[in-house]
Every structure is written in structure tokens, then in C-alpha cells.
């Protein structure tokens, strides 16, 4: 019973001080590479700032009816 119990503390701790481990093959990122991709990112932001945003199309009434009924009706649904 001694021995059970003495495996069974084992495996526990075992289990235990594997989970603060990181798992194998997974690196951290070295600092040039997460440089890089903080710069990748910027530039992207910068790009995506820098375009000029598509004009509004102006709704038809029979859109915008249809628009103010499918939005009463989910409020509608929201209060059930």
C-alpha cells in the first residue's frame, strides 16, 4: 500500500513540475525577428491608413424600409 501510494506521489509530482516547462521545440521569438514583425505591422497600419476610404452609397427608400423594418423586428425579438 506504501508502494502505491509513494507511485502515486511520484506520477503527481512528476505531472506537476512538467506543466512549468515549456513544451519541446517551441522557441521563444528572438528579439530582430519580433522587431521585424512590429515593423511589418506599422507599415500595414500605415498602408491602410494612407488609402482613401470608399464614398457612401446612398441608400434607395426601398432599402432603407427595409433596413428600419428588419431593425424594428430584431428589436422586438431582443424584448421576448
Given at each position: 500500500?506504501?508502494?502505491?501510494i509513494?507511485?502515486i506521489a511520484?506520477?503527481?509530482s512528476?505531472?506537476?513540475?512538467?506543466?512549468?516547462?515549456?513544451?519541446e521545440?517551441?522557441?521563444?521569438?528572438r528579439?530582430?525577428?519580433r522587431?521585424?514583425?512590429?515593423?511589418?505591422?506599422?507599415?500595414?497600419?500605415?498602408?491602410?491608413?494612407s488609402r482613401?476610404?470608399?464614398?457612401?452609397?446612398?441608400m434607395?427608400?426601398?432599402?432603407r424600409e427595409?433596413?428600419?423594418k428588419?431593425v424594428q423586428?430584431?428589436?422586438?425579438?431582443?424584448?421576448?
Amino acid at each position: 500500500m506504501k508502494t502505491f501510494i509513494f507511485l502515486i506521489a511520484l506520477t503527481l509530482s512528476g505531472v506537476a513540475s512538467a506543466q512549468g516547462k515549456r513544451p519541446e521545440g517551441k522557441q521563444q521569438m528572438r528579439q530582430e525577428d519580433r522587431q521585424r514583425m512590429r515593423e511589418d505591422m506599422n507599415q500595414v497600419y500605415r498602408d491602410r491608413n494612407s488609402r482613401p476610404e470608399r464614398p457612401a452609397r446612398p441608400m434607395s427608400p426601398q432599402e432603407r424600409e427595409k433596413l428600419r423594418k428588419d431593425v424594428q423586428d430584431a428589436n422586438k425579438q431582443m424584448k421576448r
